[in-house]
């Protein structure tokens, strides 16, 4: 394998940065340096701005090592990252790449989040890996990188079912602030929930509160807690901090926050549209959370109405507050674009909440009808993301799902999304129980193989 030996070298401001890896890779290695760059000094730039905090150490190496036992890890100033996923010596898939420019992203905003402030006991982990996982992905799609990885805001959308999966099981499920009693049972408080129902935690915040506030919290977090500890007590408190009184009482952002952090499970929220005739409303229906009653966690959600002229499909975007203790805000009024009949409405677009949303029974059939007319990648993400969840509900069987993908793959451009989607498929019929699963795997493999002679050029399924 050879020594370690740097293969790229370059600056931010005063910040020397290396990038390092084994003798036997250096060219390999090579072939990525400017994009590796690329994605380092992005999310510098990116952390700086959002925090107004510059970067605080002295320097940054960045260390592509063998067979490290995760991803990545944030050493002060010595991020490690494994060679043997992140050194590509074959062309990698669109998700290689993607994945490669998040968990650098995640190992940076550690720098930040879990160096210069780190958490007090492994029950409080959420807080740093719910920090670097949003704020990983938001870089990737919020600055200039989204140009080289415009595929990206798709990903969490697909990891929100692991997590959601994993919230449902009652051996698994937890708030995002766990029981740790001693060290050597850290790691199995390491599970998506912190991760990703953390990250989606952080990013209602930020879109009930906004991009102002939200960084008025991280700089107050790293400026108070600068070489000190933090727990979700904390967090709660910056978070309360942050907002001015004339925005909202503090009283109430305390019990927002509150509720979604030391609640498990998550609502599951329906529509219903009720036609009034220029001015229509949209009704909210909710069901208890997995695991228990209904907390009253509130939620701005970005609402993405559909309509279709006959034509050409039409958009008009509406951002809501839903409050399950006000019954006013369980109606959302709207005005219809020129009577154009709605044919999919689609819950918490953008994930910036932490909800099950299944499908209607008509929105499903407009999906497998119209699916070639659905031009947005994170459109037709959404719209797998809540096939999934209608399976979760038992309204529909991943036999149907099945069904679905069959009918619709081959209008779908998106290697990525194909990759992304073919996995969940594939994850659910090896937990199945449904007697024709064996059956099912044989149709899903079959179009699997079909679709990668159709994508020659692009590395692609590579487990088919």
């Known amino acids: 394998a050879g020594d370690f030996v740097p293969f790229h070298s370059f600056a931010h401001g005063e910040v020397p940065i290396v990038l390092y890896c084994r003798h036997s890779l250096r060219l390999a290695a090579d072939a990525d340096k400017e994009e ?20 605080p150490y002295p320097k940054l190496d960045i260390i592509f090592a063998p067979c490290h036992e995760s991803e990545g890890m944030e050493n002060i100033g010595a991020i490690t990252m494994h060679d043997g996923l992140f050194i590509f010596k074959e062309p990698p898939t669109v998700e290689a790449k993607i994945y490669r420019a998040y968990i650098l992203a995640h190992e940076i905003v550690h720098m930040w989040f879990g160096d ?68 050597t049972d850290a790691e199995r408080i390491y599970d998506w929930i912190i991760y990703y129902k953390g990250c989606f ?47 909202t009482a503090q009283i109430e952002v305390r019990a927002i926050a509150e509720a979604w952090c030391k609640n498990s499970g998550f609502e599951r929220l329906e529509l219903k549209n009720v036609e009034l005739g220029e001015k229509n409303k949209l009704h909210f229906e909710m069901a208890p959370h ?17 309509y279709d002229d006959g034509k050409a499909l039409h958009s008009q975007s509406i951002s809501h507050v839903f409050d399950p203790r006000d019954p006013s805000s369980w109606n959302v ?30 929105d499903i059939a407009f999906t497998k009808a119209n699916y070639f007319r659905l031009t947005d990648i994170n459109l037709r993400a959404h719209i797998w993301k809540r096939l ?22 081959d209008s779908e451009e998106s290697s990525y999304l194909i990759e992304l989607l073919f996995t969940a498929v594939w994850l659910n019929l090896e937990g199945s129980k449904e007697s024709d699963v064996d059956k ?16 020659k050029s692009v590395p692609l399924l590579t487990r088919f």
């Open 388 to 409: 999934f969840d209608t399976i979760q509900v038992r309204q529909l069987s991943l036999g149907q799902l099945v069904e679905i993908l069959l009918a619709v793959i």
């Open 333 to 362: 009024e709207y005005v219809p674009i020129n009577g154009y009949p709605i044919v999919l409405t689609c819950i918490d677009f953008g994930d910036s909440g932490y909800y099950l949303t299944p499908l209607s029974p008509g």
């Open 290 to 306: 997995f695991g228990g009653i209904s907390i009253a966690r509130v939620g701005r959600i970005n609402l993405l109405i559909i």
């Open 440 to 455: 099912l795997k044989e149709s899903v493999g079959n179009k699997a193989r079909e679709i990668k002679s159709r994508f």
């Open 116 to 183: 210069l402030v780190t958490i007090k006991w492994w029950n409080h982990a959420w807080c740093k890996e719910g920090m670097a996982t949003m704020l990983g992905y938001r870089i990737l799609t919020h600055t200039p990188l989204k140009d080289r990885f415009p595929e990206a805001s798709i990903r969490p959308t697909f990891k929100k079912l692991d997590t959601m999966l994993e919230d449902t099981d009652e051996h698994k499920r937890h708030p995002l602030e766990g029981t740790v009693l001693k060290t």
């Open 201 to 247: 935690v952080y990013r209602q915040f930020l879109a009930q509160f906004g991009e102002e506030v939200f960084s008025r919290f991280l700089n107050s977090i790293c400026t108070k807690c600068k070489h000190d500890c933090v727990t979700t007590e904390d967090i709660i408190h910056y978070l309360v901090e942050s907002v001015t009184t004339e925005h």
């Open 36 to 55: 590796l760059e690329t994605i380092v000094l992005a999310s510098l730039r990116y952390l700086e701005d959002i925090t107004s905090t510059k970067f």
